[in-house]
């Protein structure tokens, strides 16, 4: 099992950065922590997905973020960054990290989700 913690959010003004955090735990391994992808949910919308990892290792982004958002992994800290660059208010949103399973890549984990607010 393992648990999620996400980091790092706030108020920033429109064209401002942040840095996302998200502290993995318990049952964690490189490859664990490779699947760990980004998802956001603005008010009155579902959830979509931010950015995630292949298996091999490819990082995708969603239309609206590449060039803007960059995912990054310290594994001897455990801890998978999403770097938000040239922000816009539409990226206003709770930001969540996910686990997934390295068998199935189905999420299988969530953290509790951490707010970014954009104004403009």
């Known amino acids: 099992q393992v648990q999620l913690v996400e980091s790092g959010g706030g108020l920033v003004q429109a064209g401002g950065s942040l840095t996302l955090s998200c502290a993995a735990s318990g049952d964690i391994s490189d490859l664990v922590l490779n699947l760990i992808g980004w998802h956001r949910q603005a008010p009155g919308k579902q959830r979509e997905w931010v950015s995630s990892?292949?298996?091999?290792?490819?990082?995708n982004y969603a239309d609206d973020v590449t060039g803007r958002f960059t995912l990054s992994r310290d594994y001897a800290k455990n801890t998978v960054y999403l770097q938000m660059n040239s922000m816009k208010p539409e990226d206003t949103a709770v930001y969540y990290c996910?686990?997934?399973?390295?068998?199935?890549?189905?999420?299988?984990?969530w953290g509790p989700g951490t707010q970014v607010t954009v104004s403009s």
């Open positions: 996910g686990a997934r399973n390295p068998v199935t890549f189905t999420y299988e984990s």
């Open positions: 990892a292949t298996i091999t290792d490819t990082i």
